[in-house]
Each structure stands twice: as structure tokens, then as C-alpha cells.
């Protein structure tokens, strides 16, 4: 996968707290990232990819342990670009806020738009600027913790970058994994990036206000879900109208009593 993506050609990310604001705040003032960490994984020299993964699978390993020990149950996000991951994230921090303490980490190519967005629900929220990585990867997620205070965590929420092809291949340390696809990208994504979704623990079916609209054919996304992912929780609901959220909650809900 990233042996070829152009992921080696990069030399850093950064990684920034990202403070909270009121919804009135003007965006302008939130301060721009500085590199904090040095990427240490040049695809370009890796001879074979299993290299590359087991130390990645390593430093999961080392996050989940953490994650157990301070009790925060950590999810996944993962959807190709524009398929309503932070518009999902941010309607759970409003609509269970009070129920739960979560923290979020945002990974994008380039800006932090989507974290300071977030950053408004007043939850704590960590930016990941990945520069041409099309990823997240362990190492990222075990420096990005460093800014919070697990302790004050049960939740933990990580929007990866918008890409359904590269993040399947990294464990992240997470609890469970939730792949989105929305109505307007048409039925047959898991039949095009089947990995992805093979790997989930659930797959969520976004934007269902517009599924008229965009000539969703719902029968064949269901078929298509169920036929490489059969054993995904599978939940359909719209960020946008609250429809189908009851059974996102629930979900939530149900990873948090676990833990």
C-alpha cells in the first residue's frame, strides 16, 4: 500500500492541542501547528511491508495497554474524504454531552479546520497534521496521548484521514474500529475497498436525508456491507436530522459499559 503512495516523502507531522472555544469564537485566532515529532517511517527503505507493520502493530499494542489501564474505551473513524466523520463527532459530543468525557484526535493532510470545529463542543481536542502521510499510524496516536489527561477520559474518539485504502492497514491501538460511507458516494464502496471494511467493527451508513435525493439504492449498499463485512454492527442515521443517532449512542454506549 503506502510503499507506493508517496508517504516516505515526508520528514515530520505535527501534533497539536487544539483549545476549546465558544461558537462565537472568531476561527482566525487558533495558533497554526509546529512540528513536534520526527516520522521515523520511510517507506522508501523498508524492503518488505510486514517490517513496516510489526513495529507499528508494536507501538498499538503499547497504546491499547494504556488505553485499558487508564480505562478509556477508544473508536475509530475511518471513511473516504467528505463522508460526515466530524459532522458525526461533533453532533455525539453535543448530544451526549454530560453523559460521558470524551476527547477527540483529528488527522488531515494539512489543515486544522476539523479540530477547531470541534473544538467548540468544549471537548478536548488533539490535531494531527499528517502533511503527505495518508494515514495514522500508532507512533502518531502514542505522541498524540501525551496531550491529554486519560484520566479524565472514557472516551476517546480518533477521525483518521479521509482515505479507505491505507488506514485499514494500521492497528492504532483502538477498541474498536467504525467505517463510514454516506449516500451520495453510491452502494458499491465495499465492493471497492473491501479491506476497509472487512475490518470493521461497524459500518455506518451517513447522510440519510439526502438518500432520496442521491438515488440511494439502500437494498444494494446493505447487500454489498453484508457480503464482505457480515459480521459489522451496521447503523444508518443523518448528523444532520438526529434520524437513526439513537442507535450510534447505543453503540457508544454499549463499548463504554463494557469497559
Known amino acids: 500500500m503506502c510503499q507506493t ?8 507531522y505535527a501534533i497539536d492541542r487544539i483549545p476549546a472555544v465558544s461558537a462565537s469564537a472568531d476561527d482566525e485566532g487558533a495558533a497554526p501547528g509546529t512540528p513536534t515529532h520526527t516520522h521515523d517511517h520511510d517507506h522508501r527503505h523498508v524492503p518488505v511491508h510486514v517490517s513496516l507493520l510489526d513495529k507499528n502493530d508494536r507501538i498499538a499494542e503499547s497504546n491499547r495497554r494504556r488505553f485499558e489501564a487508564k480505562g478509556v474505551v477508544v473508536v475509530s473513524i475511518a471513511s473516504s474524504p467528505g463522508a460526515g466523520k466530524t459532522a458525526l463527532i461533533e453532533r455525539t459530543l453535543h448530544d451526549m454531552a454530560g453523559t460521558f468525557e470524551a476527547g477527540v484526535i483529528v488527522g488531515d493532510l494539512a489543515t486544522d479546520n476539523d479540530a477547531r470545529r470541534l473544538a467548540r463542543t468544549q471537548a478536548p481536542v488533539v490535531q494531527i497534521t499528517t502533511g503527505t502521510v495518508c494515514h495514522l499510524d500508532a507512533d502518531m496516536i502514542a505522541n498524540a496521548i501525551k496531550r491529554f489527561d486519560l484520566d479524565a477520559l472514557d472516551l476517546l474518539i480518533v477521525e483518521n484521514v479521509g482515505n479507505l485504502v491505507c488506514p485499514a492497514a494500521y492497528d492504532l491501538g483502538e477498541d474498536a474500529r467504525v467505517v463510514l460511507m454516506s449516500v451520495t458516494e453510491g ?26 435525493a442521491a438515488h440511494f439504492d439502500r437494498d444494494a449498499a446493505l447487500a454489498y456491507i453484508r457480503r464482505v463485512a457480515p459480521d459489522a454492527e451496521l447503523i444508518e442515521l443523518s448528523s444532520l436530522t438526529g434520524e437513526g443517532m439513537e442507535s450510534w449512542r447505543h453503540y457508544l454506549d454499549q463499548r463504554l459499559k463494557a469497559r
Open 5 to 12: 503512495c508517496g508517504c516516505g516523502a515526508v520528514e515530520g
Open 187 to 212: 452502494e458499491d464502496k465495499p465492493a471497492k475497498y473491501p479491506t476497509m471494511f472487512q475490518r470493521a467493527d461497524a459500518v455506518v451508513i451517513t447522510k440519510t436525508d439526502m438518500a432520496e
